[in-house]
């Protein structure tokens, strides 16, 4: 396919020099008729050739089988248990004015949840692990508007079937450590100024 491309902006690029420094130059020597086939028709011919079918199959099973590459392997939560994480958070380089005066130097701390409140719900789960799908479905949050679902592992193609929800994302590592999250399924909301977190033990069948 990156060939095709290529070849067609080749064909586009000569095309427009030709006409840039098209002048007749007369007639010089014996001439004799073409028998190579036009670029476009060979074009034409490639395009008419590749398997379309077999592409789209394969873009179809990489969005299928895509996951991001800094996932992290959370343990399962092994008990009850709820804590709050501190947001604040330190300036990686200075804040420049219009004026280029520095506002906010670097390394200057503070914290997002004093200045803006977040109103989602986020719940961690493992897509790989059946009982922690089978908990969300029982739980309140499917049908809470500010539920934010976030998969540490799994397809959430999958996911979503199962579900039967449009709106599943990944947990990459920055969100899990800016979280604070060591385990799922878990829960994040919002109390104040910090982030409060609670593990849902899965109970054992019987």
């Known amino acids: 396919m990156r060939k095709i491309i290529t070849f067609i902006t080749i064909i586009l690029t000569i095309s427009m020099q030709g006409e840039a420094l098209a002048k007749d130059l007369g ?3 014996a001439t004799y008729p073409i028998i190579e086939e036009d670029a476009i028709s060979q074009l034409k011919k490639a395009i008419a050739k590749y398997d379309w079918e ?3 199959s394969k873009q179809k099973e990489k969005i299928k089988n895509f996951k991001p590459k800094d996932l992290v392997d959370l343990p399962v939560a092994k008990e009850d248990k709820v804590f709050k994480v501190d947001m604040t958070g330190a300036i990686k380089e ?3 004015g219009r004026d280029g005066k520095i506002i906010y130097p670097k390394g200057y701390k503070y914290n997002p949840m004093e200045y803006v409140f977040m109103r989602r719900i ?7 692990d059946e009982k922690q799908i089978e908990w969300y479905k029982k739980s309140p949050y499917p049908t809470d508007m500010r539920t934010m679902l976030l998969i540490t592992d799994g397809s959430y193609l999958d996911v979503r079937k199962k579900l039967n ?4 994302y990944y947990a990459n590592r920055e ?7 060591k385990a799922v399924p878990s829960v994040a909301v919002q109390k104040g100024t910090e982030l409060e977190v609670q593990e849902y033990a899965l109970k054992k069948e019987k």
């Open 27 to 29: 007639k010089y020597g």
């Open 54 to 56: 077999k592409f789209k």
């Open 94 to 96: 200075d804040i420049i």
């Open 122 to 128: 986020i719940v961690f789960i493992n897509g790989k």
């Open 165 to 168: 929800t449009l709106t599943v």
């Open 175 to 181: 969100i899990i450590e800016r979280m604070g999250i």
